[in-house]
C-alpha cells in the first residue's frame, strides 16, 4: 500500500479548491487597468466638489475587484463577506465624519 499525499484539508467541494481561470484574472486586471487610467483622466478634469466623490467611487470601484477575485473573497463563506462589509460600512462612517468635520472649519 503506497502513502498518499496529505491534502492539507483541501478537498474538491471545499473554498480552496475553486482556482479561477486565468482568462478570468487577466480580464480583472485588465479593467483595474482601465480604472487606473479613469483615475489619471479623472484627476484632470474639473469636477468641482465632484472630483473627490468620483476618486472615492473609482477606488471603491478596483477596491471591491481586488477583494472579490484577487483576495478570493468570492469562494469564501459568507460570513467573511459579512465582516468585510461591516468593515468597509464602518471605514465609510469614519470618512464622512472627516467630511463633515473639515467642511465645517
Known sequence: ???SEPTLGVTAASPAAAVPSFRLLTGVWLLLLGGTALTVWASTVDLGRL???????????????????????????????????????????????????????
Open 1 to 3: 500500500m503506497a502513502m
Open 51 to 105: 472630483n473627490v466623490w468620483a476618486a472615492l467611487g473609482i477606488a471603491a470601484a478596483k477596491c471591491s475587484l481586488v477583494l472579490t477575485f484577487f483576495m478570493r473573497l468570492r469562494y469564501e463563506p459568507r460570513f467573511f463577506s459579512v465582516m468585510v462589509l461591516i468593515a468597509v460600512l464602518t471605514l465609510t462612517v469614519f470618512i464622512g465624519l472627516l467630511f463633515f468635520d473639515v467642511s465645517f472649519r
